[in-house]
């Protein structure tokens, strides 16, 4: 059984452009986290989604970024027109649809803004 | 508002030395506390949960203590190797309706000097 997958590992943009980030979840897994760990800073939630629906979307900066899960396919964490502050580490964490404790996590994207 | 602080930022130990990281919250009803390790540049890897009901958890050389009256965890590593360098992460998951967000620290940079 994989892990939670991400991809890509290491993204690059120039300010302005977009970033798409993915998670796969674990195998059986329908809630997805996502995470985002500034440079020396701790991981800050940011939202969490189950398919189709986005159930806590607090921690999301209110402009420029979004996220889903479709019912196919993985969950996809949006920014659009990146600046230099978006750079940062961004963790995806799955869980299965009953009550678990613990939140799987992926290897994270390390996205870059040049 | 859950808060998570770990002490200290930073430590080196020599080899073979036993250690103690520190994690406190500021929100005593928590559902469970985890220990992670992160490596550079890569994920999260849970090392230890401890349940609100439970007092500690032992994994090897590793033993967590939680005592939620007074908002404290701590991490113990008997006899630490090189390969224990690597940051800690104290993670809370705060009790109530957004249960399943995890309120991270911002780690301790452990460094085991051959």
């Known amino acids: 059984n994989a892990g939670v997958m991400q991809n890509p590992r290491h993204l690059v943009r120039r300010r302005g452009q977009e970033a798409r980030l993915r998670c796969s979840p674990m195998?059986?897994?329908?809630?997805v986290y996502w995470y985002r760990q500034l440079p020396e800073e701790g991981l800050k939630f940011m939202v969490y989604?189950?398919?189709?629906?986005?159930?806590?979307e607090s921690g999301m900066p209110k402009e420029r970024f979004s996220a889903e899960f479709p019912k196919e396919g993985p969950s996809i964490l949006r920014i659009q027109q990146v600046v230099r502050g978006d750079s940062a580490a961004y963790f995806c964490?799955?869980?299965?649809?009953?009550?678990?404790?613990?939140?799987?996590f992926g290897p994270g994207t390390r996205l870059t803004v040049t | 508002k859950q808060e998570v602080t770990q002490i200290p930022a930073a430590l080196s130990v020599p080899e073979g030395e036993n250690l103690v990281l520190n994690c406190s919250f500021t929100d005593s009803a928590i559902y469970n506390l985890q220990w992670f390790r992160q490596d550079p540049g890569k994920g999260l890897t849970s090392l230890l949960l401890i349940q609100s009901s439970q007092r500690e958890q032992t994994s090897g050389r590793l033993n967590a203590s939680l005592d939620k009256s007074s908002g404290r965890s701590t991490l113990y590593i008997a006899a630490s190797q090189p390969g224990d360098s690597a940051t800690y992460l104290c993670a809370v998951r705060t009790s109530g309706g957004s249960n399943y967000k995890l309120t991270f620290g911002k780690g301790t940079l452990l460094t085991v000097n051959p």
């Open positions: 964490a799955s869980s299965p649809p009953v009550w678990v404790d613990e939140q799987y």
């Open positions: 989604l189950q398919k189709e629906n986005i159930i806590d």
């Open positions: 195998k059986g897994h329908s809630h």
